[in-house]
């Protein structure tokens, strides 16, 4: 990543003229180039709004990754969690008892069969143990979707640097004439009358 952003910086210097336009001798303007727009937010989220001089639209990319991140997170600690507690219930070894600090304000002795085999409850055994492994594939489904986000934001923020960049010269001015005048068209061995539409940007 930080080669093709120092390509780029390279060649920003080597070929600046393209990005500059002259308007006025003495006086230039910045034209930003859609390929490099495109490679700066790809080597480093943000820089592409950066170049493209889009600076308020900076917090928010990284506000967006900022939120991809805490659910990533969040998903993932919940997974390994509930995970780990499930593991532990299932298994025959009684130190491995995690799912005591998921499972709380009960009475072990009615639900766990490895540290309380003569007092424990099948049908409270197998509740706690469905519940586990449905917590698990809970948090495993928005774990997922978590990193589908953070790709699909990445994506989000190079498409937007390239779409700005190639937007940015764009006319919007009302410097546009419209004209609409008749025209014959050919059509076989006849000629037939038409409509010839023309936009003229006046300076």
């Not at 937010?41 to 308020?56: E, S, T």
């Not at 989000?156 to 700005?164: E, K, Q, S, Y």
């Given at each position: 990543?930080?080669?093709?952003l120092l390509?780029?910086?390279f060649?920003q ?9 002259v ?7 910045f ?37 991809v991140?805490v ?7 919940n997974?390994n969690?509930f995970?780990k ?5 299932t ?12 499972i709380?304000?009960?009475d072990?002795?009615t639900?766990d069969p490895?540290?309380?085999p003569g ?14 492994l449905r917590?698990?594939d809970?948090?495993?489904k928005?774990?997922?979707l978590s990193?589908?986000g953070?790709?699909?934001w990445?994506l989000?923020t190079?498409?937007?640097?390239n ?10 001015s009302?410097?546009?004439?419209l ?8 059509l076989?061995?006849?000629?037939v009358l038409g409509?010839n539409?023309?936009?003229t940007l006046?300076?």
């Amino acid at each position: 990543m930080l080669i093709i952003l120092l390509l780029c910086c390279f060649q920003q210097n080597i070929i600046a003229q393209d990005t500059l336009s002259v308007i006025e001798p003495g006086k230039r303007i910045f034209k930003a180039d859609p390929m490099r727009a495109t490679m700066l937010a790809v080597a480093f989220p943000g820089f592409g709004q950066i170049y493209n001089r889009k600076y308020w639209k900076v917090p928010f990319v990284y506000a967006g990754f900022g939120g991809v991140i805490v659910a990533v997170s969040y998903n993932s600690t919940n997974y390994n969690r509930f995970m780990k507690a499930y593991q532990d219930f299932t298994d025959d070894v009684p130190e491995t008892d995690s799912y005591l600090e998921i499972i709380k304000n009960v009475d072990p002795s009615t639900y766990d069969p490895v540290l309380h085999p003569g007092t424990y409850d099948p049908s409270a055994a197998s509740w706690y143990k469905d519940r586990m492994l449905r917590q698990v594939d809970y948090f495993k489904k928005y774990r997922d979707l978590s990193y589908i986000g953070f790709a699909a934001w990445y994506l989000f923020t190079v498409l937007d640097a390239n779409i700005d960049a190639s937007l940015f010269n764009y006319d919007v001015s009302d410097r546009l004439d419209l004209e609409i005048e008749p025209v014959k068209v050919p059509l076989l061995s006849h000629a037939v009358l038409g409509l010839n539409v023309s936009l003229t940007l006046t300076f």
